[in-house]
């Protein structure tokens, strides 16, 4: 019941009454109207399959010493399979013999590999980052984890709950309207012909033909910005969105390794064991080699070629570079038991800090340097964040399956509500779910393991440029491009696009109310009044077909002049916090170790009392007032980024302070922290002045 109604009673009564070109006017109109609509959601479906499909399909087995290929169908549990170096794990099971490194992150979320040793669980769906090793399958593929994540994958889309289009409602309360006009013109008159005159104008043709027009124009603007939406039902109902709930890796965070610091020995030089080590490594297959490789192209550090490498089973690699033997790889496997460096320990604890990976570098049997690796977050996150706040976004949530201390670390700094770690799929399903009975909601994901939280959503989103097939099959919208700011683009262009539906809707149903007086009262006959009604029609299209544009215009909100002259004075006071930080962190090269956790716990009470307050009072008052929707994006994400970056690094000092009451002092930790508030202050200051050159300009 809805828009088919009065189209199914229109064609039936002018058939019945001998008026079949009224008829087909009709007709057009609607077969029209869902040509458009299932040209949305083919084209969505023709771009899903340039995406990779990740579901294991084969699986190497070992069969009396010699090795074949069959479908991941025909494992059984108690089967011996080959897993390659790269090759993704078919079916749960146990690894035989030897440790390697897993690749977890589609699965758990997890960013870094992590070590299995002999006779632990291995699931499918995840990667084997190590050498080859051999497992004993545990479960067929039917029973397996990524079957199960597909089941759930099923089932979520099955319960979800329909979504009633913008048009049907109308049509609802049209319906009875119509009809009722109808048999008054016809009890009046005495005349049927008049009665079908009313219907035929009355046909809805501003919703079969407007609103289609106006969602599959906005479904083409969102294709033009990397945005793929499956249908006009998905944008309409993305436009209604009132909570968001991202996953962490791969979505607010980059996704995967990178090099996030290199602590060395005395007089040794960090880009000289990058050099060597990218070099060493370009001889490995190994997760993190392409990590280290890169990291040395950025810097444009000159390779060179390595001999006698050797790899140690998912715990380093070995060689010569240059002439000198060069290892890298677990601290077990460089450093063994040997008593640690100060700054070897040192590397350890940042490490821990940022929830790091940590490579240990030997030259020539020498410990010379520790790499650090670890997950970042993309530095559109925190502006991206803002901008959904900005649009109305009343809930931000961040679900994962990492850790918590991972979740904690990407979440300070983060305009979020809540955080949720150690999340199993079918958790976030729960997540999802609760949240919807209070607003409508989205999921924002790229992992397999969020697959089935993307289906229950009223909108899924997929991070789908690197991310997996299942995720992307299971979303409503997906995001081609590696930018978080493309989700409230998204929202931006799915409520301009559902106001242009809702004008052109209005305007039309005006325009046939009238049309319906005139029919009444017999000054319209029936094919007289479908044409007068195709003359609206492409009125209301014309309008519908706005929704193409951007739409974009500066909407600069000038900042009253009270209100820059309350954050010139806050900044005068910051500036004023600012200097006694500096003399704080001057005072600790002389301050005796019982003095310095004093003062670094002083220091770090003075940032979160004194500067955190103002940034969090600035992202949920003053940004949201800055700027317009259609400009907000650019600025907001610069700015959202010191802040991102002034909390993660208070964070940071809260835990060296926490370290160093808690055990003897130590002067590389007091040096960390006095590195910490002199950066603190050097981005704040800057920051600061940023913020007053805006208040000038306006």
């Known amino acids: 019941m809805g828009v088919d109604a009065i ?32 040209y949305a959601v083919g084209r969505a479906e023709r771009d899903l399959k340039l995406l990779t499909d990740r579901a294991p399909r084969t699986a190497h087995r070992l069969l009396e010493g010699r090795v074949e290929a069959v479908a991941v169908a025909e494992v059984e549990p108690g089967n011996r399979l080959l897993l390659r170096a790269g090759d993704i794990v078919p079916v749960d099971g146990l690894l035989a013999d030897v440790s390697t490194l897993i690749d977890e992150a589609a699965v758990t979320g997890e960013p870094l590999p992590v070590r299995r040793g002999p006779g632990e669980t291995v699931r499918s769906g995840t990667v084997n980052a190590g050498e080859t090793v051999t497992m004993i399958a545990a479960a067929r593929a039917s029973d397996s984890t990524y079957a199960g994540i597909v089941r759930m994958v099923s089932s979520a889309q099955a319960a979800k709950v329909p979504f009633v289009r913008m048009a049907d409602r109308f049509a609802l309360v049209l319906l009875p309207v119509t009809l009722g006009v109808a048999g008054l013109a016809w009890y009046v008159s005495g005349d049927p012909v008049r009665a079908l005159a009313v219907l035929v104008v009355a046909t809805p043709c501003p919703l079969i033909l407007a609103a289609p027009v106006a969602f599959i124009s906005g479904v083409s603007r969102a294709a ?7 249908g006009g039902g998905a944008l309409e109902a993305l436009a209604r969105v009132r909570v968001a709930i991202f996953d962490k890796t791969g979505t607010l965070t980059v996704g995967g390794a990178r090099l996030v610091g290199i602590e060395t020995a005395p007089g040794e030089d960090a880009d000289d064991i990058l050099r060597l080590v990218a070099s ?26 390595p001999h006698d490498v050797g790899e140690i089973r998912g715990s380093g690699l070995e060689g010569i570079v240059e002439g000198k033997r060069v290892a890298a790889g677990s601290q077990a496997l460089i450093a063994g038991e040997t008593q640690l460096a100060d700054w070897a320990a040192r590397a350890i604890r940042r490490a821990r800090w940022r929830s790091a990976l940590t490579i240990f570098v030997a030259i020539d049997g020498r410990l010379a340097a520790a790499i650090l690796l670890g997950d970042e977050v993309r530095t559109e996150t925190a502006g ?3 901008w959904l706040r900005a649009l109305g976004i009343s809930r931000l949530m961040m679900v994962t399956g990492d850790h918590t201390a991972a979740a904690e670390a990407v979440a300070e700094g983060l305009d979020l509500d809540e955080t949720k770690a150690n999340c199993t799929p079918r958790q976030k399903i729960e997540v999802v779910r609760e949240e919807a009975i209070r607003h409508p909601g989205m999921m924002i994901g790229d992992g397999i393991n969020d697959a089935p939280a993307l289906a229950a959503a009223t909108v899924g989103i997929a991070m789908g440029a690197r991310g997996a097939s299942a995720s992307s099959e299971a979303a409503d919208v997906v995001i081609l491009v590696e930018n978080l700011n493309r989700v409230p683009e998204s929202i931006a262009i799915a409520r301009r696009t559902r106001q242009i539906a809702l004008q052109s809707i209005v305007a039309g149903l005006a325009l046939s109310g009238v049309a319906m007086v005139f029919a009444a009262a017999g000054l319209l006959p029936p094919v007289a009044g479908a044409l007068t009604q195709e003359a609206i029609d492409v009125a209301v299209i014309i309008n519908a077909l706005r929704a193409l544009g951007s739409g974009s215009r500066r909407r600069t909100v000038a900042m009253p002049a009270s209100t820059a002259r309350t954050i010139a004075a806050e900044h005068t006071a ?8 500096q003399t704080l962190s001057d005072s600790l090269d ?78 590389l930790q007091v040096r960390d922290a006095q590195r910490v508030i002199d950066t603190i202050v050097l981005l704040v200051r800057l920051h600061t002045r940023q913020e007053d050159a805006i208040c000038e300009q306006d």
Request: proline share 3%.
């Open 7 to 38: 189209a199914f009673v229109s064609m039936s009564a002018a058939l019945a009454l001998g008026q079949p070109l009224a008829g087909i006017v009709v007709a057009i109109m609607y077969a029209g109207g869902n040509v458009l609509e299932h």
């Open 590 to 667: 002389v301050a005796a170790n019982g003095e310095a956790p004093g003062l670094v716990s002083q220091a770090s009470e003075m940032i979160d009392r004194e500067i955190l307050d103002h940034e969090r009072h600035d992202d949920r008052v003053l940004y949201p007032g800055l700027l317009g929707d259609h400009e907000y994006g650019a600025l907001i994400t610069a700015l959202g980024y010191a802040h991102s970056e002034i909390f993660k690094l208070a964070r940071v000092l809260r835990q060296i302070a926490a370290d160093l009451a808690a055990s003897e002092p130590d002067r």
């Open 384 to 386: 991206a964040l803002r």
């Open 574 to 581: 910051i500036h004023q916090t600012l200097d006694r930080l």
């Open 224 to 230: 033009r910005r990397g945005i793929l939406v499956k």
């Open 280 to 305: 060493l490594e370009q001889a490995s297959h190994h997760v993190l080699a392409a990590t280290l490789i890169a990291a040395a192209h950025a810097r444009s550090l000159p390779l060179s070629v």
